[in-house]
């Protein structure tokens, strides 16, 4: 055993080993669609050979022993020997799922987990016809030790050419046993003729001891091409040895070596994200010292204190860099995301006996991580619902004039402040009248006169999400709550757009970053509140005569010609009315969330400032109408509002 | 004498550092390079007393770096070794003819790997 602990590597290992699956995934899929370039088999094949080395080396059997299979598989593709035909293409897509099992499992600690004994057969089943010339074991004779060897060693001149000495060949020679040498110096040349990159002398090597031809041959392996060398046993037992090295059978594998290769590799270093997370927050943590720091200054007198002045600008100039710099490293590419779509509309298609053809644009949109984490479920809802429930099946397309395949274009842009992520298909379109009928059923508050926009929105009402009305309800609707509340969790919104016969978006709508939000902050009470600007509207001082009493507890705000909800907040959080604030000159703040304005009547408006965002949740628990916690410049700790949660409360009061 | 400086270069990560932290535990001056292509770019700005190199690597694979180091002046006689597996054991006369010093064979254990350099660096 080594004294050396790997298991130190073996968190790089696994993590490598899921990007090389993902990059063979991607690429069997390239080669199935015929979307692969030259390179693209190379690049699998690279993944299983570095998967099977580290396995092999770390000790796991199971996932050395199916990457083995596999490599075996692809050479044979690579050398040109093999076409991947879908039976080929499935055993290996398959053997990439089962490989991501293994993995995960050991991982977990169960490093004598057993492969998937079905898989291997498949992959040796592929095998067995190519596999004549492919595997050639060199026949192991084994005959007892003699008492000991003579041996011949002869460099060639241009021995040291390939960085091999013969003195280390002797010194590897006598640690073996005891050794008597005698070196043959009949080919030096004269000194002058002597060239002193070449070698010139030959050895005749007695060795004794107990040692087995394999360990004097592979004493000699390196350089058996590159001299004259005979092994001869001293005292010959019962059989007769051949006198010459039996070099190790090679298998006349096409070699097929020299690739012109184009991608780069990126260089990147793999760091963890518990660091990039403290990183984050020592940021956040300065972000507060400084505006600390401003705060305090204010009150400093400009002509005494110019430099000091000067400086603490320069350094919220420098924080605001530092913060967005190390933002930038939590982010991720959508790609990140749409790269596992190609193999779940390939599946999910074949299993429906639909054409699909997947386009993804804007992969390299980024995201925060932690959103891209929390998006990967609902987005792969839509997409399957989508293949599932939107596209109609070849004979149906075709009968409507569409082209068979059907199109699914997932796309990721920016806009403002926020991440856009589009899932398109060209199927049949939301129903709006059986959507309508099955709401009615379901006892919702529907009319005929419902805009397009509220109809669809019905879709992610709880009672229209049901598995039961699903495919009933022009099939769309599965846990489409669900995914809404997924998505609004990560202050996200969905909207969708539907013609019928020719198709359906739906759109996402995230913000760049969880960790901060630009905010504006107000006074309510002597409390400062956050109200995250994406929401906000406009804020206005509204005259008496524009807010109507509609019942004890229920005030409307007229805004122009709208009426919104007014609601004050400090109702809202239980607060006492500030002493100097009077409720009569109170602003009142407009907010707007999921389509719905809300009037929030606050004393004071505060300002605007970026804050860092702290989760209350993980620290204590989730409460009402609050999405989190930042803390001011002053060392006071703020509510963050949680706009979308009040205007939710709001419509299930009503 | 300075310690003995290894150049190990090998794409896949854990790979790298195995054999880089192996080397470094035994005492060498390791430095890593991600293919061959940097490795050629390291070798030629420094001076490396020994080069450990996986055999299959974008852009530049083990062989090509072995055969473009060769002509180097500062490596024509520089201990080169393949980090090879059984399957690619038909690289190695491949490698040999590039002017590889030798290889060793994956699996291997980190000790066994220090053996053989310090073999190799006598």
């Not at chain 1, 090389?20 to 199935?32: R, S, V």
């Not at chain 1, 004549?132 to 060639?156: C, E, M, S």
């Not at chain 1, 090679?250 to 097929?256: M, R, S, V």
């Not at chain 2, 054991?89 to 040999?96: A, V």
Request: glycine share 8%; proline share 4%.
């Amino acid at each position: 055993m080594s004294s050396i602990d790997l298991t130190q590597f073996q968190a790089t290992f696994f993590a490598e080993s899921r990007e090389g699956l993902d990059a063979m995934e991607a690429g069997l899929l390239a080669l199935e669609a015929g979307t692969a370039n030259g390179e693209t088999i190379n690049t699998i094949f690279r993944a299983a050979h570095s998967i099977k080395g580290g396995s092999a080396t770390f000790g796991f059997r199971a996932i050395a022993e199916t990457t083995h299979l596999l490599e075996t598989l692809l050479d044979q593709v690579r050398g040109g020997q093999r076409a991947v035909d879908a039976e080929t293409s499935d055993a290996l897509l398959i053997a990439v799922d089962v490989l991501r099992g293994l993995l995960d499992r050991v991982e977990a600690g169960d490093s004598n987990t057993q492969g998937d004994a079905s898989l291997n057969a498949r992959l040796e089943q592929l095998l067995l016809p190519a596999a004549t010339a492919a595997t050639k074991k060199t026949a192991a004779t084994v005959q007892p030790n003699p008492l000991g060897w003579q041996i011949r060693f002869f460099p060639q001149p241009g021995m040291y050419a390939t960085g091999n000495d013969p003195l280390r060949i002797l010194r590897e020679l006598a640690a073996l046993g005891d050794c008597n040498t005698c070196c043959d110096v009949s080919a030096l040349p004269a000194l002058h003729d002597l060239d002193a990159a070449q070698a010139y002398l030959g050895w005749n090597i007695e060795l004794r001891g107990d040692i087995s031809r394999a360990a004097i041959s592979e004493v000699f392996a390196w350089v058996e091409d590159e001299c004259a060398l005979e092994i001869v046993a001293l005292i010959p037992p019962v059989v007769a040895i051949d006198p010459i090295v039996a070099a190790v059978a090679d298998a006349p594998i096409a070699a097929t070596s020299a690739v012109a290769a184009h991608d780069h590799g990126d260089s990147s270093i793999r760091v963890a994200v518990a660091k990039v997370d403290a990183l984050i927050n020592l940021v956040g943590e300065l972000v507060i010292t400084q505006a600390m720091l401003r705060q305090q200054s204010a009150h400093l007198d400009p002509g005494a204190h110019d430099l000091l002045l000067v400086g603490l600008t320069q350094l919220d100039r420098n924080t605001r860099d530092l913060q967005e710099a190390v933002m930038s490293v939590r982010m991720l590419p959508v790609e990140f995301v749409f790269s596992r779509f190609p193999r779940l509309v390939r599946d999910l298609g074949a299993r429906l006996g639909k054409k699909v053809r997947l386009r993804t644009s804007g992969e390299g949109t980024e995201l925060d991580k932690g959103v891209i984490e929390r998006i990967i479920d609902p987005l792969t809802h839509l997409v399957r619902n989508a293949v599932d429930h939107g596209l109609e099946t070849p004979d149906k397309r075709l009968a409507a004039g569409k082209d068979a395949i059907g199109t699914i274009t997932l796309s990721a842009s920016h806009q403002g402040g926020h991440i856009i992520i589009d899932v398109v298909d060209d199927g049949r379109g939301l129903d709006r009248q059986r959507i309508l009928a099955k709401a009615a059923e379901r006892g919702l508050p529907v009319s005929d006169t419902m805009s397009d926009n509220e109809v669809w929105k019905l879709i992610f009402h709880p009672g229209l999400s049901t598995a039961d009305s699903v495919t009933d309800v022009s099939g769309r609707g599965v846990g489409m709550d669900v995914v809404k509340q997924n998505i609004a969790a990560l202050s996200g919104e969905v909207d969708i757009e539907s013609q019928v016969g020719v198709g359906m978006r739906v759109r996402i709508k995230l913000p760049l970053t969880l960790a901060i939000l630009d905010g504006m902050s107000v006074a309510v009470g002597g409390e400062i509140f956050i109200l995250p600007l994406s929401y906000v509207i406009e804020s206005l001082l509204p005259g008496t005569d524009d807010i109507k009493r509609i019942a004890a507890e229920s005030r409307m705000l007229r805004v122009r010609d709208e009426y919104l909800p007014l609601m004050a907040m400090a109702d809202l959080y239980h607060i006492p009315p500030a002493t100097t604030a009077e409720r009569s000159t109170s602003v009142v703040v407009v907010v707007e969330s999921e389509g719905r304005k809300l009037a929030l009547e606050v004393d004071e408006l505060v300002g605007q400032q970026q804050v860092v965002v702290k989760s209350i949740e993980s620290n204590y628990r989730r409460i009402h109408g609050v999405s989190g916690a930042t803390i001011l410049g002053d060392g006071r700790v703020a509510l963050i509002v949680d706009v979308g949660g009040l205007s939710r409360s709001l419509i299930r009061a009503a | 004498m300075s310690a003995v400086r290894i150049l190990a270069v090998d794409d896949s990560a854990s790979m790298r550092q195995m054999v880089a932290f192996a080397l470094r535990a035994a005492g060498f001056d390791v430095a890593e390079a991600e293919d061959g292509k940097i490795a050629l770019d390291k070798a030629r700005n420094d001076r490396f007393n020994c080069v450990v190199t996986d055999v299959n690597m974008p852009n530049m694979d083990g062989i090509s770096l072995i055969r473009e180091l060769r002509q180097l002046p500062d490596y024509r006689y520089t201990p080169m070794l393949m980090l090879t597996t059984e399957a690619g054991l038909d690289k190695k006369q491949e490698g040999k003819a590039a002017g590889a010093t030798g290889w060793i064979v994956k699996p291997f254990d980190p000790e066994q790997l220090v053996a053989t350099i310090r073999k190799v660096m006598g």
